[in-house]
């Protein structure tokens, strides 16, 4: 499926500049050029638009107003934001107008990979039926705001661990949340730790992003309350599931990069549930459907909906701008064998992980694990379960406070 593109700049040289610069991507983008927030309404009602990338200051309509019309009018098209400006984006990146910030002067490259990661799930066969669940669900939730600023923090040459922490104690409740979290058994720390100072040190400052996101993600307080215990049962198996791909990859001496991604992807890999709690009656449906809770979620899924939790989330997270190995993972953390890879990669280790998490006996057997044994025999991983299950057990013991 060919994506199209709206370039919105009143700028007509910062216009032809992009004309030349995306000239060789005429054959996978369709491309629409405006020159006013006006005059990309009017685009926006005649064409089907995927993506917008709009520039912040323009006579009239400027970019904000205009983003703010599309949000409302079309909530499904991705939103970017391109300016000179460092501190308009530091305006925007508070609200959540824009799901993506990039700053002039940008290359093709930069803008080709930012599209590519939000758009390169869109290519999937269930997507019609993906599309249409996410357009009852109206607007996704945006990133976390600290997350971003943290990211931001982080990316600054002068940052530190005490920086890191002055910006998240601006938060009261979420520095709280963070420190009950970091105590609780999951994380098997040697002491209480009673400052974010400490908590920084003791499990990076990636751990801690990724527990905002967590805590973020499945907040009780943003679902109906019937939901609740539902919410917070799919949390604490995610953060169960991060911990076990964790482990399995260090034993594994993955880069610390991977290790961040196989956290990160541990943590969100089900929160398509999450959202899949805002389509109209669905969660009474499933409760009907698995009043003996054996059935697996995913089934469930493909039965009422057509469509998987999988998707649902790599979707948004794409939306987020999250790395592709994360997305990835999420993507295909049932169905691993859909995509061709080889070694141990995020997503075997989230799939393995997934099924240690979910398998109810506490003895190894191989044959019982809810893992795609062809895949997992390809990559010539099975040898490795034992160990990897052994190494990783002392986290399904653990019942979250
Ligand atoms: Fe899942
Ligand atoms: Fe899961």
Redesign the pocket.
Known sequence: MKISILFVDDDRDVIDGYKRMLFSMKKEWEQFYAISGEDALKIMEANKIDVIVSDMKMPGMDGTTLLSKVMELYPRVLRIILSGHQDDIKIIRSTTLAHQFLLKPCDTNQLMNVIENAFSLRTNLENDKLMSILNGIGQLPAIPKLYLEIEELMSSPDVSLERVSKLISKDPAITAKILQTVNSAFFGLPRRVTSLIDSLNFLGTNTIKSIILYLQSFSSANYPPETRVYCEAVGS??LQ?ALTAKEIGKIEKKDKQLMDDIYIAGIL??IGKIILLQVPGYYKKMLILNTTGLKRSIDIEYELLGVSHEWVGAYLLGIWGLPKSVIEAIAF?HSPSKINESGVTALSILHVA?AF??YKGDKFSGNELDVDFSYIGNLDLIAKLEFWWDSTKKFKEIDNE
């Open positions: 198996h995610s599931v890999h089900d953390h997934n998490v979910n």
